[in-house]
């Protein structure tokens, strides 16, 4: 009967272990390194207001996760949504910004003089980190402009005449400029990045030739037969890279490598901003993600697979997945030892409560 007992004592050990462990598991990745921006969705969300105006706020959050990042998604993955009271903790929107709370953050609409913007109202403070942005450039017309801005810059929330935000900014623009004023020979759509101190202008009618730091022509991003997106990187004295993806899915192209980039602005804000003049488009993000990055950059290749690696958790984490196991098994041994030791007094307990009785009769 007692061998029963213990048998019993130690199943719900067992038992009562993995599931302590695998709980302080799932509570310990909520702390990690790597930093995810992505849309909330919930399927209970009023349908009867599809639109919100600029006074609004995003639906964007951050969440710290794990060696695997994680969308955060309902049943039935739905997208984007407002709160209840059109509020946001995260990120502000202004101008003539729209939100589409199952579709997009509709930065211009495709009408004449509009602009817009969105930016966080959380800094980015990661010295290494990536951002991989999906967005979509679209219109009714054969002419069209001006063209979408993305910024990590001090700043935040300032409209302005560069791609609807201010030209006095500290840090790095990202421009995907759609329209051509005067650059001879240059293809459009061209995609250039910028980087001021608060005292390098674009000009405007130049398309920003005299600061532009690197850039590439995209000829195919307005309008692309798949999910447009960017995806820059950061590792600071290192490299910064842009790469863009518009003609083929998971086909990324090198857009620019920049080799000992210059220095960015310790706490920056992300941000997003679009114009029209005259001609127009839409101008839209659809979703957002960043990468706190740990990896040590050597060769472009190695650093392009170290991020990876990162991202997906492999060898970044080796040494931290190691210690991590040998901690979880000496807690395992422990409640294991603890319930051995517990039943093992309950035995003995029961042994001489029946010895007992029996001296009694």
Request: hydrophobic share 35%; glycine share 8%.
């Amino acid at each position: 009967m007692w061998y029963s007992s213990v048998a019993t004592v130690l199943v719900g050990a067992l038992a009562w272990g993995a599931q302590a462990q695998d709980d302080m598991r799932r509570i310990s990745t909520t702390t990690r390194c790597t930093i995810e921006l992505s849309w909330l969705t919930r399927s209970s969300f009023p349908a009867a207001n599809p639109h919100a105006r600029a006074s609004q706020s995003s639906a964007w959050t951050w969440k710290h996760v794990g060696i695997q990042y994680d969308r955060i998604l309902t049943e039935n993955g739905m997208q984007p949504y407002l709160d209840s009271d059109m509020q946001s903790r995260w990120f502000d929107f202004g101008g003539d910004t729209i939100v589409r709370t199952d579709s997009y953050v509709r930065l211009t609409s495709d009408r004449p003089s509009q602009s817009g913007w969105l930016f966080s109202r959380v800094p980015l403070t990661a010295t290494n980190w990536e951002v991989e942005v999906e967005f979509k450039i679209s219109g009714k017309n054969q002419l069209f402009g001006d063209g979408l801005a993305m910024w990590v810059t001090r700043q935040r929330g300032e409209m302005g005449p560069i791609f609807g935000s201010s030209d006095k900014f500290d840090g790095l623009g990202v421009f995907i400029d759609t329209y051509k004023n005067n650059r001879p020979g240059v293809v459009f759509p061209y995609v250039m990045a910028m980087h001021s101190d608060g005292n390098k202008f674009y000009d405007k009618n130049n398309d920003g030739k005299d600061a532009e730091l690197a850039g590439c022509s995209a000829r195919g991003i307005r309008h692309a037969s798949v999910p447009t997106k960017l995806r820059l990187t950061y590792f600071q004295d290192k490299y910064l890279r842009l790469e863009l993806q518009y003609k083929n899915e998971d086909e990324w192209q090198t857009c620019f490598d920049v080799d000992r980039p210059p220095q960015l602005p310790n706490i920056a804000y992300l941000g997003f901003s679009a114009e029209t003049g005259e001609l127009s488009d839409n101008h839209d993000i659809v979703s957002v993600k960043t990468y706190n990055l740990y990896a040590n950059p050597g060769s472009p290749s190695a650093q392009r697979d170290s991020a990876n690696s990162n991202r997906g958790g492999r060898s970044s984490y080796s040494n931290y997945s190691s210690k991590e196991g040998g901690s979880w098994t000496w807690f395992f041994t422990k409640i294991i030892l603890f319930f051995i030791a517990a039943g093992g007094a309950y035995v003995g307990f029961t042994a001489y409560r029946a010895k007992y009785r029996s001296h009694r009769f």
